[in-house]
Nanobody
Framework: QVQLVESGGGLVQPGGSLRLSCAAS????????MNWYRQAPGKQRELVATITSGGNTNYVDSVKGRFTISRDNAKNTVYLQMNSLKPEDTAVYYC??????????WGQGTQVTVSS
């Protein structure tokens, strides 16, 4: 069983940076594909970034060049470094864990607000 806990959200001015963390329980973290999603008010949940067990990454076009997903298997943690933040990045950010197309867990979400 896998449980996920996100942290690191907050209020930041446009152009600022935040680093989100998602800590996983259990012993299978290293074989999981980890994803960051976000959901803004009134919008559908959107896949933002993915990192596979092998370290391959993928991003939605709107965050390419600004966000970086990484993982530390020794700490069972996935990160989302967010730079050059824009007001349109405001959302609740969730991590999830998948393997072979099966969703193992969702985190509870962390609020990111970009505003002056």
């Amino acid at each position: 069983q896998v449980q996920l806990v996100e942290s690191g959200g907050g209020l930041v001015q446009p152009g600022g940076s935040l680093r989100l963390s998602c800590a996983a329980s259990g012993s299978i973290f290293s074989v999981l594909t980890m994803n960051w999603y976000r959901q803004a008010p009134g919008k559908q949940r959107e896949l933002v970034a993915t990192i596979t067990s092998g370290g391959n990454t993928n991003y939605v076009d709107s965050v390419k060049g600004r966000f970086t997903i990484s993982r530390d298997n020794a700490k069972n943690t996935v990160y989302l470094q967010m730079n050059s933040l824009k007001p349109e990045d405001t959302a609740v950010y969730y991590c999830n864990a998948k393997r072979l197309g099966v969703i193992y867990a969702w985190g509870q979400g962390t609020q990111v607000t970009v505003s002056s």
